[in-house]
């Protein structure tokens, strides 16, 4: 029988950068066989003229796998395929620095990709065409965006992802900062001179912007945990399996008290979920995690959560507050699907501890797609808690600014019971003031959440929730 061996490559259907100029261009790529044995020679990147090839030399064999699952394998989806991904194919990352050409935002191109190999004594070429476009993040003062679910190489299930290379691209790409936030069980060493800790450290000055160490932690009874703001010099961090639910969150809240605290890593996912809620202490929760939209059923909890506590943060300031992640593996960069925008006003690069703070006190936006939204009440910022007797009016204001190429198509206002209080589709500019009278005030304590949606076209849906602000009729 005669058969003409095939190279599988697979890589992202689009490239984005958000650095303004972009610097590099990174596609990742899987290269793999169904039959034979064979060696990736190289893999080439050519866009707006420019042309780069990178070397790799690297065996390849057959694997025996569709296409969706290699996808789901890298994805972190499903991490029983690693090692024989790993021990088959071969993960590359064909890159291009472009910052000498000074694009411009908006421009968009085709990303060409070439793989050349030998498989059974023949030479096979495989060739990608991926649309490209040079976007920018928004820009605000005192806003800084970052993505607070990261991992790196040092997870067990991430494959050739220094922790470097997450850094890199973040700065790269205009983030502001970046929680690293690999499995406990891979993360051997914390504190060590090259430890986990160090290389954040290392690449932290490399880059200037928070590159801050987390874990995400396995609880015994199901569940993941983000640990934050831990002991940097401390021996001992907890580990997956350790504790239940219970205990982690006391365990992370010890850890460095009272500075280190945690999240509850994607609560209702079908991988795993979070395994008891009568666990309490935890600081907040991930309301999108590879997400461009924030799930229902976690909105849903996450303000039963805020009710159940209200007379609390009244009292204190305190409540659970919501964060986004990527949670990003192999294929996927920090931001994709899930960020964070944080109110930093007095933000300086090398302080880690404004970011821990912005974060713990939910002067903070969730978003999907990057897009930045938020809102105040008499000036006062998302995460507070206002005083205003009951005859008085609320002055909201609205912030919507988004990523190239997507406009916000919605704004809606939300109290404590889910209910609309305020709706407008389509509005226009970068701001929208709105006056609540005094008779559309709620009596009790309560509080107010802004969804925004953005969508590129008629298409491509996201969403940027908002962090709460209380505001109490007692004065
Ligand atoms: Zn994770």
């Not at 040092?154 to 992802?161: C, K, R």
């Not at 939209?293 to 609390?312: D, E, S």
């Amino acid at each position: 029988m005669l058969f003409f061996p095939r190279l599988f490559v697979l890589a992202p259907q689009v490239i984005e950068t958000f650095g303004t100029p972009p610097r590099t261009v990174t596609v990742p790529l899987f290269i793999w066989i169904t039959r034979g044995e064979g060696y990736v020679q190289n893999c080439a990147l050519n866009l707006f003229g420019l042309a780069k090839t990178t070397t790799l030399n690297t065996r390849v064999s057959a694997l025996d796998m569709s296409e969706a699952r290699v996808m789901e394998v890298l994805d972190g989806e499903n991490e029983t395929g690693l090692p024989l991904l790993v021990s088959k194919g071969v993960y590359a990352e064909a890159s291009l620095d472009i910052s000498a050409l000074r694009v411009p935002e908006g421009r968009t191109g085709l990303a060409r990709v070439t793989v050349d190999a030998l498989v059974d004594g023949r030479c096979v070429r495989t060739r990608l065409r991926i649309p490209y476009r040079a976007s920018r993040l928004p820009k605000e003062p005192g806003w800084y965006g970052g993505d607070c679910h990261t991992h790196s190489s040092w997870s067990p299930d991430v494959w050739l992802i220094p922790l470097s290379g997450r850094a890199r691209y973040a700065w790269e790409n205009g983030f502001g900062f970046l929680i690293m936030s690999d499995h406990s069980s891979g993360v051997s060493d914390w504190a060590g001179p090259d430890g986990y800790v160090a290389q954040c450290d290392r690449a932290q000055q490399e880059t200037g912007i928070p590159i801050l160490p987390a874990l995400e932690v396995e609880a015994r009874d199901g569940g993941h945990y983000l640990c934050y703001s831990l002991k940097p010099t401390s021996a001992q961090h907890p580990t997956d399996g350790q504790y239940p639910c219970r205990d982690l969150v006391k365990a992370v809240s010890r850890h460095d008290f009272p500075l280190s605290y945690g999240m509850i890593a994607h609560p209702f996912a079908a991988r795993s979920p979070w395994g008891d809620w009568s666990a309490y202490g935890f600081a907040g929760l991930e309301l999108m995690n590879r997400q461009r939209t924030a799930n229902r059923t976690t909105v849903q909890a996450w303000f039963g959560l805020l009710r159940t506590n209200l007379p609390h943060t009244v009292a204190t300031g305190e409540f659970v507050a919501a964060i986004g992640g990527s949670d990003s593996h192999n294929f996927m960069q920090p931001g994709s699907r899930g960020f964070t925008w944080a109110y930093i006003p007095d933000y300086s690069a090398p302080d880690r501890s404004k970011v821990w703070e912005a974060i713990r006190r939910g002067q903070t936006s969730v978003s999907g797609a990057k897009d930045l939204a938020y809102f105040t009440v008499d000036g006062q910022m998302q995460g507070s808690v206002l005083r205003r007797g009951p005859g008085e009016p609320l002055q909201f204001h609205f912030r919507y600014l988004p990523v190239t190429g997507r406009r916000c198509t919605q704004i809606t206002l939300m109290d404590k019971n889910l209910k609309k209080v305020f709706e407008t589709v389509r509005p226009p500019g970068s701001e929208l003031r709105w006056t609540m009278p005094p008779s559309d005030r709620d009596p009790e304590d309560t509080f107010y959440v802004a969804a925004f949606t953005f969508r590129e076209g008629k298409g491509d849906v996201s969403e940027v929730w908002t962090n709460p602000v209380f505001v109490s009729s007692r004065v």
